[in-house]
């Protein structure tokens, strides 16, 4: 049932889509101006929600690597801010690069 009720709703928004372009340039662009505000409106919430809860002190309590003015010691091994950084990137790089590989395989497959 969710793969027909899917089907269903993707053929109305195409009708609804080329309804739009039939009559004309006004109508579908004022539709476009209300998805436009759909799509600033919760962005903007979030940004304003996010500055007004974000607390400065949880974020740099242990950025350098220091707690109470010491370096930590024991079976962790402390870095510099560049280290973890830089470390972090290369674990992006290449996941995105495997998750695109994955992808033109998908879309290079037997047609």
Not at 27 to 35: G, H, K, T, Y
């Amino acid at each position: 049932m969710g793969n027909f009720l899917k089907s269903v709703s993707s053929i109305f928004i195409l009708w609804f889509l080329s309804f739009l372009v039939n009559r004309g340039i006004k109508s579908a662009s004022f539709i476009n101006a209300i998805v436009t505000c759909a799509k600033v409106i919760p962005l903007t919430l979030f940004i304003v929600v996010m500055a007004v809860s974000f607390k400065a002190g949880i974020l740099t309590a242990d950025l350098w690597g220091k707690v109470n003015g010491r370096t930590i010691s024991g079976t962790y091994q402390s870095t510099s801010v560049f280290k973890q950084i830089s470390s972090s990137l290369m674990v992006m790089v290449w996941a995105f690069y495997g998750l695109e590989g994955g992808f033109s395989f998908c879309r290079t497959g037997p047609n």
